[in-house]
């Protein structure tokens, strides 16, 4: 039995001895935590405290409540997966991802018009309400179960001067990249990595744990005079995944000499 003297509402004082235990290990990582009556004893506190300060650990993401299980410790290991986010160039003007044959689609991918938003609009360098050609992929990786979802942005002046994507917008990034590059573009990209915490919708669909952040990758493809042509976006759980980089140093432009 753990006597409880500390300040703070009596919930809160429990969620910190759990959390005291957890963090010190008493309560490994995936463990099952003892059960409502266990704790009851444990702390000498009624039901509903215990339960709010389940709920309380819960929010933190320290514990994940499976439904006719239990409480259970979250795990706090490598995540499942290492998205390497590398672009090489292959054979005959196309190009590979590697790794990128880990996905599978779990669904058919979805071909839509849409518009710019405030966000989407900044990063293709357009301004609000400008047509998109979009398409969003539900992914899975058969391995882990892990699921990631992707949406391709094209706006309607690219697709316009390069007629296979005007005729397919839906293609996989990697055929998109080798139309824009047939099409003359030389091309670059830049990417940004962002956590946040899922809308309702997203966390959904990505089958998350409840106080689970996801990282959201917004990847631009940049042609000829650095215009950006088309924006990715890869929304997956942050307990899921890592994304791997390899970075390498550019070249110091020149500098002129006045004369």
Partial sequence: MTEIQRPGALYQQVAAAIREAILSGEFAPESLLPSEAQLMARYQVSRPTVRNAIAALRAEGLVDVRHGKGSFVRADGHPALSLDRRIQNAPGGTFVMPGGDVWDEAEEPSVHRTRTTKATGR?????????????DRLLVDATTGTRAMHRTLIPFEVAESVPALAKEPGQQPTDV???LAKAGHKLWWSETVRARMPVPDERATLQLPDATPILHLSRITHGTDDRPLILEELRIGADRAEAAYRITADKQPTRRRQT
Avoid: H, K, R
């Avoid at 360098?125 to 998109?132: N, S």
């Fill in 123 to 135: 990063l293709l360098g357009l301004a609000e309400e400008e047509e998109l050609f979009g398409c």
């Fill in 177 to 179: 990249y080798a139309a």
